[in-house]
């Protein structure tokens, strides 16, 4: 089955700078990856995807790359504010719809 | 519009009880799911469902039982409750080729 790995497991940054979160998976079918942010006490919230007929996709400050031949996609968060501050986690999927197999997340910090 | 809404936001069992977590939602999804999430461990895919009548099993299904009966609503329940399950237990729902829709969880302790 499908496995996902994601790192750095936690990350701290400076407020302005960029943020990177990189993840790899094993299916080589899987052709949907999206991104969740989780909140303390919340649900993850879906902020950015990527098929795999798309190697690069833009949303703001956000932006999600895919490589599909070295089976590694990442996250960019560009300008980090304070509210980026979170969990993310990254996963995969043969298509949106299907059984979603999750990294085990990143706590992004923002620092002051 | 609420989306997916879980019930009850804490719960604490003793072992062996039973109970069942709650989630309805009211955007139409022919899809729901029930994800378990351990600290440090990512989310867990528990039971999935694909419209009313139809449920199949995920990566964690052991010791949890769920039924579709309705579009809106996929209780999931814990028969025997075992220290193991302590977790924060996530709903969610999505119409085909959508991304999913989560709720806020139950946290759930069992000693």
């Known amino acids: 089955g499908e496995n996902v790995e994601q790192h750095p497991s936690t990350l701290s940054v400076q407020e302005g700078d960029s943020a990177v979160i990189k993840c790899t998976y094993s299916d080589s079918a899987s052709n949907y990856f999206p991104w969740y942010k989780q909140e303390l006490g919340k649900g993850p919230q879906l902020i950015i995807d990527i098929r795999s007929n798309v190697g690069e996709k833009k949303d703001q400050r956000i932006a999600v790359t895919l490589n599909k031949t070295a089976k590694h996609f990442s996250l960019h968060i560009t300008e980090t504010q304070p509210e980026d501050s979170a969990v993310y986690f990254c996963a995969a999927s043969l298509a949106q719809d299907d059984k979603i197999i999750f990294g085990k997340g990143t706590r992004l910090h923002i620092l002051p | ?111």
């Open chain 2, 1 to 111: 519009n609420a989306g997916v809404t879980q019930t009850p936001k804490f719960r604490i069992l003793k072992i062996g009880q039973s109970m069942t977590l709650q989630c309805t939602q009211d955007m139409n999804h022919n899809y729901m799911y029930w994800y378990r999430q351990d600290p440090g461990m990512g989310l867990k895919l528990i039971y999935y469902s694909v419209g009313a009548g139809i449920t199949d099993k995920g990566e964690v299904p052991n010791g949890y039982n769920v039924s579709r009966s309705t579009t809106e609503d996929f209780p999931l329940r814990l028969e025997l409750a075992a220290p193991s399950q302590t977790s924060v237990y996530f709903c969610a729902s999505s119409y085909p080729e959508q991304p999913q829709h989560f709720g806020d969880g139950t946290r759930l302790s069992i000693l």
